[in-house]
Every structure is written in C-alpha cells, then in structure tokens.
C-alpha cells in the first residue's frame, strides 16, 4: 500500500470488537485514502445497539442484514457480494476485511487473484486459512490509540518482574508472546537471500520477506515497535548497524551471528 491507494474497508460488525475502531482507522488511514467504509449487521439485534453512533461519528455507511432464517447469518453473504461489486468497479487498489471469521478466506482469496492489496484484520485466533489469504493480517490486539511503546524483550532473556498492575490496565494492553522459532528461521533466510559484499542484510528488505511468507507478522505482536528494535533485543543472534543515508536517512541493516 501506499499514500494514493484507494481503499475500501469492509466491518462485519458480529466478529469485531466496537472498541478497535478507532485504532482500525487510525491504522488504515496510515495506508491510502479510505474511499469506501461500510460495516454489516442485523442492527435490530441487542449486541449491536451501541455501533449506531460509533458509526456516525467515523463517517461509515452502516449496511442493515437482516437473518433471513433464525440462527444464519446473512450478513457475510450481503458483504461479499458488496466487495464483488466494488472490485468490478475497478475502482480500488485495496480492499480491508474486518472479521475474525474463516468463512471471508474465499473472497480474500479471490480478490488477491484480481491483483488488489488485501488486508485482514481480527483477532489472534482468527484460522490461519483466512490470516494467509491476504497480503497483510493485523491482529486487533496489536491495534491501540495508545501510543506509549511497550516494553521490549531485554537481550534473549526473560523479561524482569514488574510492578503489580491494575485490571484496566491490563486489558488495555496486549499480551506480548515470545518469539517463536519460525521468526527466527524466517530472519536467517531473509539474510541468506539479501545479504550483500560487507555480509549484512538490510532490515527492510527482510521484513518485506517476512510479511510476504507470514502475513500476519507484526512486531508488536512480541513486543516491539519495529523489526530492528525485535532484532536488536537478541544480540546474541544478531549484529545490527545504521549507515547515515542522505537527507539524513539512515540504513538499518543485520547480520546473523549464529
């Protein structure tokens, strides 16, 4: 994605938390300019009654499904055959499905074939079928207004004892995993592949890999803010240098040590 595209984001309100919206546009808006916003829902049902004025307030055109037949839900169907028409508008570079749901796995599919940048966003549990059919997968977990960084992993060794937190402070804060094994190959092969004369990688480039073989990896999901902070908490595995670029960028580049 970049700042031109034209994106559509699709909500299926029953497999989103209401909460997130906020921080869903927020990131979203990082990505392109968001032309279409729709969410979709049976909005007579009880636990929706509070998205009304969330909905007005961010600007979205809320889409009423009704259920057809007690205990199906139709909205799915109402917001694939939306997000069939828009792509055959061929008005849009990217398309973001909201829905921690498997069943969207076939549109995110299909629309990925048309070409268009697909990115889904639900929550950790959300089936790996549905997390890989799209060039990006955002956990809402990972997703916050609040900008203060969490604490990242100190040098490969366990995080020190903390002060006792209050209960709303802990659910405002998502629960930081351990980096697995799979990170680790996936950095070692990026580096294989890019390294260049001086033996280094560029970070970048690695994390651009990264995300192409794991849509849904995301730095803060570990616990840090970006991939050169998640490198450099394990400087027993990796050597990270900056080189000074012009206009006063800088090139962050690792090499595996190990």
Known sequence: MNDSDKIAILIDADNTQLQKLDAIMTEI?????????????????????????????LGFKAEQQ????????ATDMALVIDAMDLLSSNAFDSFVIVSSDSDFTPLAIRLHESGANIVGIGVQTTPESFRNACDD?????NLTNDDTPETVEPQDKTAEAKAPEKDSEKKQKPKKQKVPKEIHNLLRKAYDTYQDNDGYAEVSAAGSYIKRAKPDFDT????????????EAFPT?????????????????YKCIE
């Open 29 to 57: 808006s990082t990505r392109g300019r968001i032309v279409v916003k729709r969410a979709y829902g049976n909005w007579k049902k009880r636990n929706l009654n509070r998205w009304e004025n969330e909905l007005k307030r």
């Open 66 to 73: 009704f259920d057809y037949v007690s205990g199906k839900n």
């Open 137 to 141: 997968f955002l956990f809402l977990e």
């Open 220 to 231: 803060r999901t570990y616990g840090h803010s970006k991939l050169s902070s998640l490198l």
């Open 237 to 253: 595995r990796y050597e990270v240098i900056r080189t000074p670029g012009k206009n006063n960028s800088t090139f962050i580049s």
